[in-house]
């Protein structure tokens, strides 16, 4: 079992769609949960984390965190041509300067 | 300054080559991070640096070979590279002990012939 796993996707959303991604991970004490966005050829962008069960939001970003389920989700409102990009969970726990990263979602939004 | 920066943007060396790549941020951070990252795959972590020391070397070959000069500065020296070596080179830094999430430099791709 890998220690993050997400949906490769690709996700296909219409513009001003909600993009729904998730993330699972396996090891009960990851502490830390991030959202980052990565385009193509470029380098990771952190838009979102969370340290507690609940949701937190951002703008048009919101994660949501449910450690007893071990569970980890990213909604995207109002989605745009330019939030097309891969999203990556990472976890770290919280001892160790370890991030570990999800295979990552492919989110395509079209016009 | 809330940038890491890395240098060379782009490198092309052969097999039998000596470079290096570098990594600097001054935001006071105090742990630096070296990932490999190839195509349509997540990073996947190097080497970790925390207050200039190595903590985590993620049993990486031998040509490879990182150094923290200081605080603000990371190095990985490469020698005697495979074609498969080549990838994308991030830099990261952060804050504590990672639990605050990373700042990646843009990176260097790196072409190995």
């Known amino acids: 079992q890998k220690e993050v796993e997400q949906n490769s996707g690709p996700l296909s959303v219409p513009e001003g769609a909600i993009a729904s991604l998730n993330c699972t991970y396996s090891?009960?004490?990851?502490?830390?949960f991030f959202w980052y966005r990565q385009y193509s050829g470029k380098s990771p962008e952190l838009i979102m984390s969370?340290?507690?069960?609940g949701d937190k939001e951002d703008g048009r970003f919101t994660a949501q965190l449910n450690k007893a389920s071990q569970y980890v989700s990213l909604l995207i409102r109002d989605s745009q041509p330019s939030d097309s990009a891969t999203y990556l969970c990472a976890v770290s726990k919280a001892a160790g300067n370890k991030l570990t990263f999800g295979g990552g979602t492919r989110v395509l939004v079209k016009p | 300054d809330t940038e890491v920066t890395q240098t060379p943007k782009h490198l092309v060396m052969g097999m039998t080559n000596k470079k290096s790549l570098k990594c600097e941020q001054h935001?006071?951070?105090?742990?630096m991070y070296w990932y490999k990252q190839k195509a349509k795959k997540p990073p996947e972590l190097m080497f970790v640096?925390?207050?200039?020391?190595?903590?985590i070397n993620e049993s990486v070959p031998s040509r490879f070979s990182p150094e923290c000069p200081n605080s603000s500065l990371l190095n990985l020296h490469l020698h005697a590279l495979q074609p498969e070596d080549s990838a994308l080179y991030l830099c990261a830094s952060s804050q504590g002990a990672g639990g605050d999430g990373y700042t990646f430099g843009s990176g260097t791709r790196l072409t190995v012939v």
């Open positions: 935001m006071g951070h105090r742990a």
């Open positions: 640096y925390s207050y200039e020391k190595l903590s």
């Open positions: 090891d009960r004490v990851s502490q830390s």
């Open positions: 969370i340290y507690s069960n």
